[in-house]
């Protein structure tokens, strides 16, 4: 059983630094990515970065320059590091684990870490 866990959200003010960490366990199979998304009060959830299994990351268009992503395969850990904060960049942070195993593709999902930038 696969279990993803994030931490390292907080209130900062405009312009602060947070630096998220997602650790997964009970991973001993392929993973493909780790995908970082977000959810703000009354919006749907999207996409901000991620990283494959290759290395290679993409991000949305509204933080590029300002967040990176970034891991440590052997403690399993993929970071997220957001400079620059906005006040539109508070939501609550999820970390995605998408891995094969058994023949199928599958995602894993922590609980969520807030992040609130005051202005």
Same mark, same amino acid.
């Given at each position: 059983?696969?279990?993803? $866990? ?90 995605? $684990? ?18 609130? $930038?005051?202005?």
């Amino acid at each position: 059983q696969v279990q993803v $866990v994030e931490s390292g959200g907080g209130l900062v003010q405009t312009g602060g630094s947070l630096r998220l960490s997602c650790v997964a366990s009970g991973v001993s199979f392929s993973i493909n990515a780790v995908k970082w998304y977000r959810q703000a009060p009354g919006k749907q959830r999207e996409l901000v970065a991620l990283i494959r299994s290759g290395g290679s990351t993409d991000y949305r268009d509204s933080v590029k320059g300002r967040f990176a992503v970034s891991r440590d395969n052997a403690k399993n850990l993929v970071f997220l590091q957001m400079i620059s904060l906005q006040p539109e960049d508070t939501a609550v942070y999820y970390c995605n $684990v998408n891995y094969n195993t058994l023949g199928r593709t599958w995602d894993a999902w922590g609980q969520g870490t807030q992040v609130t $930038v005051s202005s």
